[in-house]
Every structure is written in C-alpha cells, then in structure tokens.
C-alpha cells in the first residue's frame, strides 16, 4: 500500500497508462499480470472519504489530468489530497499470495517501495464504506489494520 502523493500518480502513469476502469466514487483500477508467477494483480487507487470529482474532468479523464498536471508541474483540476487516498494492490480473482512476494513483485512493477504490506479483512472496510456512503478512508482503516 503507498499513501497517494504526487511521485506515486506519476509512476502509476508512467508505468502502467491509463487506468482499465475508472469509477463515479473516484476509484481508479489496472489489472495487471505483474504479481508472482505472473500471477494478475489488481491496483486500486482509493478516493478521499467524500470524494467529490473536480468540476470540468469527466469521470474517465480525472487520473490522466492529474498525472499529467503533476507530471508536469501544472496545476491539477483538484488538489491530490481532495481526490485519493492511496493505491493499494492485490491478487485480483480471489487467489492466495503472501504478502512478502506480493510487496517483492508490486514494488518492482511500480518502482517504488510500498509504505506498508501484509493481510487485511476487506470486509469490514467495504462494510463501513457502504453504510457511510463512501465517508471514511479506505486507505486509512486498511492501515489501521496493518498497525494493529
């Protein structure tokens, strides 16, 4: 997991493009073949609780504005800390990894070192997401996990 900063939407662009799904809530996705064994590995950049998409950028377009912005030293359509928390990655289709491999093949493909690994219960974090409508931190409870 790597806390959203201006160096982590950069890499994310440069090395993996354009996300393969982008959502109303402001989450941005890549499945990529990247994790061990080759095995597909899902990255998802978690929106700030309450996100709201910045006036002007479609839905599709708010990670390349963004990355391009930052990339350039541009001013962004919204301030990064207004838009994402933070991108975490996963075995994507439910398989089994362990998380030392996992950070290992995560942290090569993307070129940085990740601020934190190892086995979280998304459960309990997609329940509080859904009964707040989106109101906490993905990012921030999945730490608190990893803390504890």
């Known amino acids: 997991m ?3 900063r201006p160096e982590v939407i950069v890499a994310l662009d440069d090395r993996f493009g354009e996300p393969v799904d982008a959502y109303v809530n ?4 890549w499945l990529r073949e ?24 479609g839905t599709y377009e708010v990670f390349s504005a963004v990355a391009l912005a930052l990339g350039t030293g541009a001013n962004p359509p919204a301030a990064l800390d207004d838009l994402w928390d933070g991108l975490e990655v996963f075995a994507a289709y439910g398989e089994e990894v ?14 940085l070192e ?32 990893l803390h504890n």
């Not at 402001?26 to 996705?29: A, E, H, I, N, T």
Request: a negative charge; zero cysteines.
């Open 34 to 57: 990247d994790g061990p064994g080759g095995m597909t590995l899902e990255w998802r950049l978690h929106p700030v609780a309450g996100y709201r998409r910045p006036g002007g950028v």
């Open 26 to 29: 402001g989450s941005q996705v």
């Open 2 to 4: 790597w806390r959203a």
């Open 98 to 111: 362990e998380p030392m491999p996992l950070a290992s093949a995560a942290a090569e493909s993307l070129g």
């Open 114 to 145: 990740p601020d934190a690994f190892g086995l979280v219960d998304h459960g309990p974090v997609g329940d509080e997401w859904e009964r707040t409508g989106g109101n906490v931190s993905v990012i921030a409870d999945l730490l608190r996990q």
